[in-house]
């Protein structure tokens, strides 16, 4: 059988060139999870009760792992969130958190792409 042999040219600019896609894919993603955490955020203490103003003030966003998990919502402190949002038999429910992640789930694939684009 005849051998052939193919010689690449450029193989090490290419590499270079897939690496820094993949460093750009990344950045795009954590910058477009935090844009949406943030928006999150911002419905959640819009649609938030306010009473003290201490459940407010508590909602925050948490950086997860490798900045591509966030977390979103009141903190630990205010052990009274979730009776604040589900109602208890004594109370009313007063949604904050549902009505904010339904506005926010079809944005979060969107404001993704777009930052990932504009990375690359």
Not at 21 to 49: C, D, I, K, Q, W
Not at 102 to 116: D, L
Request: no cysteine; glycine share 10%; proline share 4%.
């Amino acid at each position: 059988m005849p051998r052939v042999k193919v010689t690449v040219k450029g193989r090490d600019r290419v590499n270079k060139r897939l690496r820094q896609t993949v460093t750009a894919m990344r950045r795009g993603g954590r910058a477009g999870a935090r844009e949406s955490a943030e928006r999150l955020r911002a419905l959640m203490v819009e649609f938030a009760p306010i009473d003290t103003g201490a459940l407010v003030a508590s909602i925050r966003v948490q950086e997860g792992a490798k900045g591509l998990v966030y977390k979103v919502g009141p903190g630990a402190e205010i052990v009274y969130a979730e009776f604040v949002e589900f109602g208890t038999s004594n109370m009313a429910a007063q949604p904050y958190v549902r009505p904010a992640v339904e506005m926010e789930r079809s944005k979060v694939g969107k404001t993704i792409g777009a930052a990932i684009r504009a990375e690359l």
